[in-house]
């Protein structure tokens, strides 16, 4: 039976997020901090899986903002939380959309693909692809399994306070190679991997201050090694 995004409680992550305190906490600010650097001051963004809405309500207000997700739970919980102008958001699916092409500046896909068939990542690609304007970017994240991840998996499995396992949901794995290839093969003419989230969020364990002091030496060290537990891939058509 395939797992049902929809058990997970409505705004749990948004609410780790809003926590600020911990590993886990400092981890989705880490991220998302790297992220909205990379989407910038665009005109118009879609997140695809943006889950309860925290990214959307992170973005700059002048940023026309669409939000689309596959669990109503989820999707009512951000309405409700971030809704308002120039930020919406739809329960479906980008491959149902009926945009135009060269719709949006940028389009982020943050932590899904691991969740899907290869198959479908590549036509949610392919799509990304189409409803970029010219010179927009697509900003994908997803977990770097040629780096310690499955150790740090084991682990959450092991300690987070969620009824399921990440094995039942990460059903598709990627290193830096095979993103790459991924998004080249979707069609796009510029591809950039690489890897980044290594030891400053675990620093948050002592305290939050001393985690952001080490933010920019864990990105140089964990992208010139690529070590770093998280992919980052900036893609442009």
Known sequence: ??????????????????????????????KFRRIIAEIGKTGRHLDFGCGPGTLIGLLDK??????????APQIEYARQRYGGPNKEFLEQSVLQTSFRAQSFDTISCIDVIEHLPRKLSLDIARESKRLLR??????????NYKSAWPALEWVLNKTAKVSYDYEEQHICQYSVSTLGELLRQAG??????TTFMLFSPFAAAL????????WSLDRIV?????IGLSLLAIATP
């Open 1 to 30: 039976m395939a797992y049902s995004y929809d058990s997970i409680p409505a705004g749990y992550y948004d609410a780790v997020f809003h926590r600020r305190a911990g590993i886990q906490s400092k981890w989705h600010h880490d």
């Open 188 to 193: 796009f003419s510029k591809v950039d991997v």
């Open 207 to 214: 305290t939050w201050r001393f985690s952001d002091s080490l």
């Open 134 to 143: 010219e010179g927009g970017k697509l900003v994908i994240t997803t977990p």
């Open 62 to 71: 002048e940023v026309q903002s669409l939000g689309l997700d596959i669990a």
């Open 222 to 226: 964990s992208a010139n090694l690529g």
